[in-house]
């Protein structure tokens, strides 16, 4: 399977726009219930004006919502960030932590936004399961699991080392844009033949 992905997409990254592990941080946190797409719409005008934590705390929780009123949860994301802000500051010394256990301490960072820093921003082989991945790892039968921490432990197991560090991303995007929840595209999947899926669609 991994080979294929990889034929296909051989330096797979996260849609979302940053340049900074910080930056990368506060997108995640934004992505929640929200698009790549919106999110990297209102990033591109917030981070021209705060890109670090201390320019993010200085907008303050008010200012912040301005930049991103147009995200789902943006009173709750704009307080989250604030915190995460001030604590990167008296913590961390205005850096983003590299250690799990740091950054799921941080308000609005879970399990699965600490795996994509931890991959992303850093080059750990962590999987983050979101909705894509989980729907692919159950579907195709790679890594069936009934919760995304079942369906982690899982591809953690399975996925050959080698490409573990760009799976999360491999996943995500045959997730979005080919086995799509509704309506998967069978026809046009390159592993259409290893696939456990029973109910496949070729139109």
């Known amino acids: 399977m991994f080979s294929r992905l990889q034929a296909q ?106 795996n994509v820093i931890l991959n992303t921003a850093f080059g750990e082989p962590t999987i983050a399961v979101d909705t894509h991945i989980f729907r692919v790892a159950n579907r195709t039968g790679l890594a069936p699991g009934k919760t995304p921490l079942a369906v982690e432990d899982k591809l953690l197991q399975v996925v050959p080392e080698q490409f573990r560090r760009d799976a999360h991303h491999w996943l995500i995007l045959h997730g979005r844009y080919t086995c799509i929840a509704r309506k998967p595209r069978c026809g046009s999947c390159v592993l259409e033949d290893l696939c456990q899926f029973k109910e496949k669609i070729y139109d």
């Open 9 to 114: 997409n051989p330096n797979p990254t996260t849609e979302l726009e940053y340049a900074s592990p910080f930056e990368l941080l506060i997108a995640v946190i934004l992505s929640a219930q929200a698009t790549d797409k919106s999110v990297n719409k209102a990033t591109t005008r917030l981070f021209k004006r705060a890109n670090t934590p201390r320019k993010m705390l200085n907008l303050g929780e008010t200012g912040l919502r301005d930049y991103i009123r147009t995200i789902g949860l943006f009173n709750t994301k704009a307080q989250n960030i604030i915190k995460t802000c001030d604590i990167l500051l008296h913590e961390h010394r205005g850096q983003v932590p590299r250690e799990r256990q740091a950054l799921e301490a941080l308000p609005g960072v879970g399990r699965k936004t600490a």
